[in-house]
């Protein structure tokens, strides 16, 4: 029993990294490009005091994790450049004409925001982006037709989380894709049906329960120029894209700016591999953008639009993301994670519980850590460990098992996100809401209540994955025992 103390004791210290990481985070408010570098220095002093692992040592480790993980840099950089070229080209703008065109009516505002978000998110890759551009236009325009400002709001919030969990150029998609160590267009493929129904059955909500509200319809235009000046002078300070693109919207750009669009996810479609389906995308919209009139020149493409994507990549994201891998490379150098490992090991019976599990770690996670990306890439290698050490299987199925966890870690990440009060993905929403629409003071329960989308998505990804329901998705069933199997110890235990 003396001998146990120190042993749990020691794990405990081990895990002491992940709570300095949640705490700069969360309770100093400190960047994670700030955070994971004083954490990684912190953890690599627990290893040093728990399992002498030297300095060299250390770095050596740290900078092994980084290496595996290097080509979702390039995406990364690709992704963001595609981005920038998309919104700034009019791609963006052309997908949200295309749907306020007709006009619509309060019993069809939300459904009809909730899809725009969703495919504009998937276009720009960024949901609060598509949120601080689309929240303007949307409760501004259930403000003239006199629709639910709560069910408004959660449908354009949901939405504009689609993109984030299924878009190829989304950082969350890239980067718990790459902790996983399995191909973003492997990842879209696997959850891509099961995404568009859960898109489907979210839509469907938000049409039934708006029915009984107004008829009085309006334009998108119309909500534009009720958008007073002090909002444009807000967003234009905290989200200056989004000034952008509804310009666009309000002055119109050719709908065959949607092209580029439709190009990127035929490529997906077609299997390319995702730098190439970027290519297409970035390429695309150079040649629309040049034949419409909304890009100048090839220079001004070059050097102002894909240019300062790369740069926007390499100023946060990618130094995040090393950073990071460097911190994750020491704590399982240490097997900080095997105590969390364990306790979730003997929790599950068989293979589709211990996934659950995973599921289950991940939005816990999400909601300790109250930031989506720091789940990622804290609870990511986590449940990435638990598959490699407690499954065995062929290759190939061990592969779609990580499909599975990288949808957990981006799934549970961003859509349960709108599920915890306390998150800043929810902050970040109702501060862009109270200041562009002071009509009406925001909070957690508007985001939450109807939130459809999330509901949905948290609630499908679970449940399939422990009863198996999976196996009705095309492309979503995970392997099935005795094709994989937990490890003989845990069966014999």
Known sequence: MEKSKPSVLKAIVKLTPIAVLAYLMTGLDFDVLIAAPISAFYAAIIAYLTEGVKPNEVIDVGVENVKQIQLVFFILMMAYAMANAF???????????????????????????????????????????TFAACAPIFLWLNHIVEGNIMITTAAIAGGACFGDNIGLISDTTVVSSGI????????????????????????????????NLPATTATGAEAIAQIPQETIDYLAAERPSAVSLLFQIRDGVSYIMVIPMILVIGSAIAGLATLLCLSVGIFSALILGLMVGTVPDLTTFLNDIIMNGFADAGAWV??????????????????????????????????????????????????????????????????????????????????????????????????????????????????????????????????????????????SILIMTLTGLDRLVPLFAMPAEPDVRLKKAKQTA
């Open 87 to 129: 919104m700034e080209t009019g791609v963006g703008a052309a997908l949200v004409n295309l749907a306020l065109g007709a006009g619509m009516s309060a019993k069809t505002i939300a459904v009809v925001g909730f899809i725009v978000t969703s495919v504009l998110s998937v276009a720009t890759g960024s949901s609060w982006g």
């Open 180 to 211: 996983q160590r399995v191909e973003v267009i492997d990842r879209i493929r696997h959850q891509g049906v099961w995404s568009v129904s859960c898109l489907v059955v979210a839509a469907i909500l938000f049409f039934l329960v708006s029915m």
């Open 318 to 459: 990618i130094v995040m993301m090393m950073w990071i891998s460097f911190f994750g490379g020491i704590m399982n150098r240490m097997k900080a994670f095997q105590p969390l490992s364990t306790l979730a090991l003997k929790l599950a019976w068989n293979v589709r519980s211990l996934m659950f599990m995973n599921g289950i770690l991940s939005l816990l996670g999400n909601a300790l850590l109250a930031d989506e990306m720091a789940q990622i890439v804290t609870v990511g290698p986590i449940i990435s460990e638990l598959v490699d050490e407690n499954i065995e299987g062929s290759e190939e199925d061990m592969y779609t098992l990580h499909l599975r966890n990288a949808t957990f870690s981006d799934a549970l990440g961003v859509f349960g996100s709108q599920l915890i009060p306390w998150h800043v993905y929810l902050s970040f929403y109702m501060g862009i809401a109270n200041a562009i629409y002071p009509l009406y003071e925001f909070g957690v329960k508007d985001f939450i209540t109807f939130n459809f989308m999330a509901f949905v998505a948290v609630g």
